[in-house]
């Protein structure tokens, strides 16, 4: 069974830094193309980053581009989102997603969420 755990969310203040994981497990991560996505209160989900399943590329949204970095460990089987030059509008519940097929560039579409973690930038 695939499982997906966020971790790392927390309170930061508008101009910090702060950096969320996601711990995979169930299947052969390295194979995967994975993302972040993100969901603020009456909003709906929406795209953050991804990455491939090699790591050698990677997409932004252009709201995160140039503050934001997504990596991978595929020996730690663990995403990151490393968030810089944080501001209030990047609150939000952040969740990790795998891709459905193999060695995909594109992390859509995606067959499993993690459960989220909380990422509140205070002004």
């Known amino acids: 069974q695939v499982q997906l755990v966020e971790s790392g969310g927390g309170l930061v203040q508008a101009g910090g830094s702060l950096s969320v994981s996601c711990a995979a497990s169930g299947r052969t991560f390295s194979r995967y193309a994975m993302g972040w996505f993100r969901q603020a209160p009456g909003k709906e989900r929406e795209f953050v980053a991804a990455?491939?399943?090699?790591?050698?590329?990677?997409s932004y949204a252009d709201s995160v581009k140039g503050r934001f970095t997504i990596s991978r460990d595929n020996v730690k089987n663990t995403l990151y989102l490393q968030m810089n030059s944080l501001k209030p509008e990047d609150t939000a519940v952040y969740y990790c997603?795998?891709?459905?097929?193999?060695?995909?560039?594109?992390?859509?579409?995606?067959?499993?969420w993690g459960q989220g973690t909380q990422v509140t930038v205070s002004s």
């Open positions: 990455i491939s399943w090699s790591g050698g590329s990677t």
């Open positions: 997603a795998s891709a459905r097929f193999q060695y995909s560039l594109s992390v859509a579409p995606s067959d499993y």
